[in-house]
């Protein structure tokens, strides 16, 4: 048996653990996701084309009003066309979550266990990885950023309470790696890779102005520990800090108006390369949505634009993508297709840059619950 089909079976195991004989309520998922970026000057990246197919999964038991398990995995195809090696992909299961929750009394305290099992690739070849990496670019909006880090485990905790009529929250998340070796040489040679183990805190306050506007605000930090090869440490991801923002505000008797926003910056990284350093990256993010209902189904259009940059002015650019989810009941089930066009530009080194196109096709499916 591959790992690929022992990896199958340990996450089908996982998401048959959330359907357990007596749970007060469950909820199972899954879907399908396309998403494919074209570049008009390939020769800029040696890249003429980057896709994706993705097939998620989750399942969520409540055993108790308190007590609850989900589990939730994707499996995912890449490929990459370059123009002149022709093409390359990539293919398995990323690795598996599974949460077990406690609430508190009255649901304003939770503490959840989390184990990511390592049901992703092991290792990877080099055109493996080159694909892996275009797919885990910031720049453009992927499904997924890895096809499997080795697994790990975590434990989460958060609280959140109305103070002064606002909403408030804190959390806080640790969760520690587990050591893989990701790649595959032809040469036999390898070398034990564990990234490094991340601490996770945020702050959110929301609540309701103008009688109708609602109003929430999120400040997460990310501190990242030293990634390691061998023991010694290759390179450490600069701390991030994330703002998000959003108002909901009516439009009319039965639509819904959406703005938001997101700041993230990582601050310079350190590494094993000639000086020592990883760039600092910025990624500003602004989008709105219109949630408007029509019978019994809902549309939401969408606009949504990115701009990632990065403190040596290396694959660098801009991403304005448009779409429009629809929600459709059918009998106890919920479908939820989805389609987005993209257009930006990618700036690949100084002087250097091409523009690209994308398309996405989605249809995401949900059972049980009240779907």
Known sequence: MTRVQRGLLVALAGLGLSLPVGAQTTQVGGGALFQRYTFDNPEAGSVESVSLLALPFSGIARFTPRVSLSVSGMWAEGRLEDPQQGEFNISGLTDTQVMLTLDGRGGATSVSAVVLLPTGLETQ????????????????????????????????????????????????????????????????????????????????????????????????????EDNLTDDANLFREGNRVEVLGSLGFPVG???????????????????????????????????????????????????????????????????????????????????????RAHLGNL???????????????????????GA
């Not at 910031?138 to 697994?151: D, H, K, R």
């Not at 350190?270 to 990256?281: E, M, R």
Request: glycine share 16%.
């Open 125 to 224: 070849t080099l055109n493996e990885s080159r694909v892996a990496g275009a797919v885990a670019s910031e720049l453009l909006p992927f499904a997924i950023s890895n096809w499997g880090t080795g697994g790990g485990a975590g434990m989460s905790v958060s609280t959140a309470h109305v103070v002064g009529g606002l909403g408030v929250g804190l959390s806080a998340a640790y969760l520690l790696r587990r050591e893989s070796s990701p790649l595959d040489d032809p040469q036999g040679q390898t070398f034990a890779y564990r990234p490094g183990n991340t601490l996770t805190l945020a702050a959110a306050i929301d609540g309701t102005f103008g009688g109708s506007t609602k109003g929430a605000l999120r400040l997460t930090v990310y501190r990242h």
């Open 347 to 369: 700036e690949v080194r100084e002087g250097v840059e091409t523009g690209f196109s994308g398309l996405e096709f989605g249809l995401a499916l949900r059972f049980g619950g």
């Open 253 to 339: 008797a039965r639509s819904i108006g959406q703005i938001y926003g997101i700041v993230q910056l990582r601050e310079e990284g350190t590494s094993l390369s000639v000086d020592g350093s990883l760039a600092s990256q910025d990624l500003i993010l602004a989008g709105s949505a219109l949630r408007k209902r029509v019978g019994s189904w809902v549309l939401q259009p969408r606009l949504e634009a990115r701009l990632f940059r990065r403190g040596d002015g290396v694959e660098q650019g801009y991403d304005v993508g448009a779409g429009i989810d629809a929600e459709i009941p059918v009998g106890g089930t919920l479908w939820v297709p989805s389609v």
